[in-house]
């Protein structure tokens, strides 16, 4: 999340810090085995269904997959949602978050699955109160978060909160470090259903040693909280934070410039064979609507954010929306991909031309179908083209083509290759579908 240039804090004396090292499950405060509470009651292991063929297992691997998933019955499918960061930071108060709740319902962002509402740093008070909890800001947040949970509630949608795996939050209010017992048990008696946990000022301790412990808190609550790993991915957590929690981190903060977005589609990247149902990729959060990208930039993000199976978390102000934001964030087909019930992250496949700015992406899809994203990162309009074989499909087979931004379907009868024309940073997003339907004998 982010991340704040602030001094460094005095370290834990030595003793303390080996002792959390070498025994943390019976040392560190609140903390419980992994099968606490409700969410780690026996449930049959999430597991994606294998690709069709050979081609497809070997292009989109997800042999990482499902070996140390949390699965506490969340994140079936990307979260999706919105967080008050990106545009407000600091400058957030209850009568935004219900103003952000009415509008998630009126623009019918709510009905295209946009079901949480995450407040993000800055709601608590400076300090803790006279019982060491946690206090919402008597200025900004006079109702308390119980009420408004209440609010989002009765809209049909989820409240989340946020706090640090460390002793202070980034912007310096209290973290959850050695508190986690207590304040999952508050966030639980709130009525709250999703955990951002931040990195700020951990006092050096491994991620590994910091962020299981809340996850045990919020296990023994009894109340399904979504828990969002927000580690900036300094310790590679796709190797570790499936068993931890839903979603993690793997970039530092996005920004909302072309740049920031491209460099961290590319980071991301790279952990696409360790996300399925129950734990996922978090490239950050987006910047649509913000007004640092163009418009053809701002439909790349969605569509790879999508195509990705990231969190899909609006940053903008969405009751100050422009249409061309709406017609972006609420491009159903579009979402479908992000939500499709296979729920393997989609991947770059090939990149051609100078420094590979003509990309192709893509992933598998229920039904036996296929995404695919021609992107362009050239700085002039380009021609992207591939040959069908490249991205897992038979080269021989016919294929129906639907246009996902023109909501149109181009061809019933794609053989062999395929391409089109992109222009400047703007991305073309597909749907293969086999044309004819052969039943199996």
Known sequence: MEVALVPPLPLLPLLVVSALLLSPAARWPGASSPQAGVAAAARAPLRIQPLATAALRRLYD?????????????????????????????????????????????????????????????????????????????????????????????????????????????????????????????????????????????????????????????????????????????????????????????????????????DIADKNNKWASYAGPGGWNDPDMLEVGNGGMTFAEYRSHFSIWALMKAPLLVGCDVRNMTSETLEILSNKEVIQVNQDSLGVQGRKILGQGKNGCREVWAGPLSGNRLVVALWNRCSETANITMNLPAVGLDGSSAYSVRDLWKHETLSENVVGTFGAQVDVHDCKMYIFSPAVSVSSS
């Open 62 to 262: 997800t042999s990482n997959y499902g070996k140390l998933q949390l699965n506490n019955g969340l994140a079936l499918t990307p979260q999706m949602g919105w967080n008050s960061w990106n545009f407000f930071a600091c400058n957030i108060n209850e009568t935004v978050i219900r103003e952000t709740a009415d509008a998630l319902v009126s623009t019918g962002l709510a009905a295209l699955g946009y079901n949480y509402v995450n407040i993000d740093d800055c709601w608590s008070s400076v300090k803790r109160g006279k019982k060491d909890q946690l206090l919402p800001d008597p200025k900004t947040f006079p109702s308390g978060i119980k009420a408004l949970a209440d609010y989002v509630h009765e809209k049909g949608l989820k409240l989340g909160i946020y706090s640090d795996a460390g002793i202070s939050t980034c912007q310096v209010r209290p973290g959850s470090l050695f508190h986690e017992k207590d304040d999952a048990a508050l966030f639980a008696s709130w009525g709250v259903d999703y955990l951002k946990y931040d990195n700020c000022y951990n006092l050096g301790l491994p991620p590994k040693i910091r962020y299981p412990p809340m996850r045990d808190a919020l296990n023994s609550t009894g109340r399904h909280m979504f828990y969002s790993l927000c580690e900036w991915g300094q310790d590679d957590p796709a190797l570790w934070a499936g068993k931890v929690g839903n979603s993690w981190r793997t970039t530092d903060d996005i920004v909302d410039t072309w740049k920031s977005m491209t």
